[in-house]
T-cell receptor
Framework: ETGVTQTPRHLVMGMTNKKSLKCEQH?????MYWYKQSAKKPLELMFV???????ENNSVPSRFSPECPNSSHLFLHLHTLQPEDSALYLC????????????????FGEGSRLTVL | LAKTTQPISMDSYEGQEVNITCSHN???????ITWYQQFPSQGPRFIIQ???TKVTNEVASLFIPADRKSSTLSLPRVSLSDTAVYYC??????????????FGQGTILTVHP
């Protein structure tokens, strides 16, 4: 148990569906992240929120839409996805502000395995 | 952005000590070095973090030379359950530099009986 919970753990959707991934952290952190991990590829940073404001968006297609209503919750809204978007989507959190910033100590959830048909 | 280079894979046997080295030639002054372990279909898990010299915790040691251009993760007496992918992450996301927290390819460690 890392203190970061992701739901659902598995999701199968068609290309015309709309679904959402949810992440919740119970660690009191103020930064949250979405990473994508495709088969045999390194983790790709998608979005970063710090104090509920998006601070990083790594050229992610608009069919992925993040939402951070508060510092404990993070969503990834999915619509009109493509089969190549099938991957493990990982949420992470960290204590991301202050004079030392974020030193790279990230706490990850178990991930949501997404399959797009 | 401090790019990291690690061996793609390593093999070991139960009970042996394993050392995985990561190169990060353009590490910045305020960057920290963090190692993660990842099992299939799970999120990476924090192992150890350091800035310089040596750090040790209950599961691993981290050796960082004075020039900080590389680091070595040492796993004492590995077991089969240590078979996983190990990532070296170098960065400090102070301010808005969160994009620096990117992962490399990682090292696939396979421990044999």
């Amino acid at each position: 148990e890392t203190g970061v919970t992701q739901t659902p753990r598995h999701l199968v959707m068609g290309m015309t569906n709309k679904k959402s991934l949810k992440c919740e952290q119970h660690l009191g952190h103020n930064a949250m992240y979405w990473y994508k991990q495709s088969a045999k590829k390194p983790l790709e940073l998608m979005f970063v929120y710090s104090l509920e404001e998006r601070v990083e968006n790594n050229s992610v297609p608009s069919r992925f839409s993040p939402e951070c209503p508060n510092s404990s919750h993070l969503f990834l809204h999915l619509h009109t996805l493509q089969p190549e978007d099938s991957a493990l989507y990982l949420c992470a959190s960290s204590q991301g502000t202050g004079p030392r910033g974020n030193t790279g100590e990230l706490f990850f959830g178990e991930g949501s395995r997404l399959t797009v048909l | 952005l401090a790019k990291t280079t690690q061996p793609i894979s390593m093999d070991s046997y139960e009970g042996q000590e394993v050392n995985i080295t990561c190169s990060h030639n353009n590490i910045a002054t305020n960057d920290y070095i963090t190692w993660y372990q990842q099992f299939p279909s799970q999120g990476p898990r924090f192992i150890i973090q350091g800035y310089k010299t040596k750090v040790t915790n209950e599961v691993a040691s981290l050796f960082i030379p004075a020039d900080r251009k590389s680091s070595t993760l040492s796993l004492p007496r590995v077991s089969l359950s240590d078979t996983a992918v190990y990532y070296c992450l170098v960065g400090n996301a102070g301010g808005t530099s969160y994009g620096k927290l990117t992962f490399g390819q990682g090292t696939i460690l396979t421990v044999h009986p």
